[in-house]
């Protein structure tokens, strides 16, 4: 089963560039496929400023991150780059998440430029179903290029995370309506305890195969 890690940082208003140029300096030492995204739109006005997301993916196995994270720890120069960056946050924490939906196919040349995160959280007892759901939804929605399902290995654990990427903001939303119609039609509202929450974010920087 296929991983990947986000890293999110909430630069201090001061520090943006310094963040955000940190950050690129980080992800292209993994060598590892990925991007770095900051907001197209803020998730809302209460928030610590707007968030710099990496995404690190291509591990094939737990033992693959381990072995990342063991040398970024091992690691004075690169644990101390990710000391120095987090300073200059508000808040930075790292997630690993499982993608239930196998490793994302893209087709050649194409280039996306905007990513969709979209959170759910399954009513108590019901996780596999809205599993189940999702991947029903994504089985049919006719969309070339089909969201990818992922939950993180910690935390509430019945969250629930769908990716889409897009070329521009009307392509995501079209491709977003089309991914709604195929889990309403799978059942997956009826199984969420509570209203999903929506990210969207613009690449600003990507390594992909």
Known sequence: MPYNMNFLRYPKAEHFDDVLNGVKESFDSTGKPGNITIPASGV???QQGPAIVTLVAGFE???EIDQLQESVISNPEAWSRINRIASMCHHANWVVSEILSGAPVIPANYKPKVVSRIFLSAKPGLTQDLINGLMEARENTEADI???VSRPI?????MLRISQIAT???ELEDL???TRKAAAQAGVPDLLSQSPIRSVGRIVHSNMP
């Open 154 to 158: 910690t935390g509430p654990m019945g």
């Open 44 to 46: 809302n006005v209460t």
């Open 176 to 178: 977003s309506q089309a």
């Open 61 to 63: 196995s737990l033992d």
């Open 168 to 170: 521009g903001l009307q």
């Open 146 to 148: 089909k969201p990818i």
